[in-house]
DNA sequence: AGCGTGTTCTAATCCATATTAGAAGAACGA
DNA sequence: TCGTTCTTCTAATATGGATTAGAACACGCT
């Protein structure tokens, strides 16, 4: 194996590691320690590729943001051109549950630790997190525009209660208890009946 | 005032400072010099109530578990007694989001450090979880017995859902931006359509 | 006033953990 | 094989923060 390639290997080992420490421990409780174990290699080995715990951790956080955003934007571009806009509801439930449940412990620490991150982090954090809720205002903005979408709720506050349904699905969720097709399936359709006209 | 008023007010001043902390810091975080601070006492001055910083916080999470359970409990006695099952769900919605929005930091923090607790202190604070979750699900019972709510999809599933709604709400919701009584105007209604039959 | 008890403080102590220094190891090219 | 560079380690260092010790303070009683 080249050099290089193993050196990215090392990197990645311990950004994944500190991922899944973060996403357990949070901010303050991740110890370099910890992640060190995880990723098999000594404590100090941190510090040949990020100049502190601080900026490591912070990378944890806007992966895991980016994580979400591009697989949820693949999702509705992968989708038939003639997709209703509930249908593309329906496709961002999915990806957001996909990404959150199986697909990756980096989104999972951005969605816990958001309110806890340092200042100055928080700050770029927010714009990833207005980004991303760009995306779900046009889902619905678009729902409505086609009367998909009952108009008689404040929208924004229906799309939050939809995002934290979605991103406290981790609290729950147990892959042995039930397949994560199951819990997709019934996240859109109460959230489809939720939002949809009697 | 007499000595054991003030003492006992002292006690609840570092008390609540915690749950503040604790709240917007997550559970490594809270230092015990930042509790003092909001108390206004040194830090030390914990120690003359609690035996340790953790004994301190696990209290703060048990009152919150405890605040939740009871203002929910007691709103919905509260009800008239022939109040409908999807009636007393709105009522439960109102309650959980009135005492995780206004009423208590306390809830707050015990929400969201639920993932990041000790595995000592996770454990009674399961305990806890469980309960409120047995009220939540008997409100959904009767509301299935009573066939108020669609029997077509997985309750548990469902219920969890709402409940994360609830729970991210603190994340957006913002007194500045809405009233308490729209958001939960707003909740009742879309919880209501998405677990009713069209 | 003076004593005793309950409460809070100031000044250590002590440990955990981030970080730094510098050596050892491993890959690569000559 | 040897030297160079990149990577990782071991062994300090340094700091922050929980905890402890014991002094000061405050209240209530006689």
Chains 1, 2 share one sequence.
Not at 50 to 70: C, F, H, I, K, M
Request: charged share 25%; with cysteine.
């Amino acid at each position: 194996m080249p050099r290089e390639r193993k050196s990215a290997r090392t990197r990645e080992r311990i950004l994944a590691a500190a991922a899944q420490v973060l996403s357990r421990k949070g901010w303050a409780g991740t110890r370099l320690v910890d992640i060190a174990e995880v990723a098999a290699v000594q404590a100090p080995a941190v510090y040949y590729y990020w100049p502190s715990r601080e900026d490591l951790l912070a990378e944890v956080v806007t992966t895991g943001q980016q994580a979400t955003l591009e697989h949820v934007v693949a999702s509705l571009a992968a989708l038939p051109a003639d997709a209703s806009a509930l249908d593309r509801i329906d496709g961002a439930i999915a990806a957001h549950l996909e990404v959150v449940l199986r697909r990756s412990e980096f989104s999972l620490a951005a969605i816990r630790n958001a309110a806890q991150l340092p200042d100055d982090i928080r700050e770029c954090q927010l714009v990833g997190q207005r980004e991303y809720a760009d995306v779900w205002r046009g889902l619905v903005e678009d729902a409505v525009a086609a009367g998909e979408l009952t108009a008689d709720v404040d929208t924004r506050a229906a799309r939050m209660l939809v995002l934290g349904a979605l991103n406290w699905a981790p609290e729950w969720w147990n892959p042995d208890r039930g397949s994560l097709e199951d819990v997709v399936a019934t996240t859109q359709h109460v959230v489809r009946r939720g939002l949809t006209p009697h």
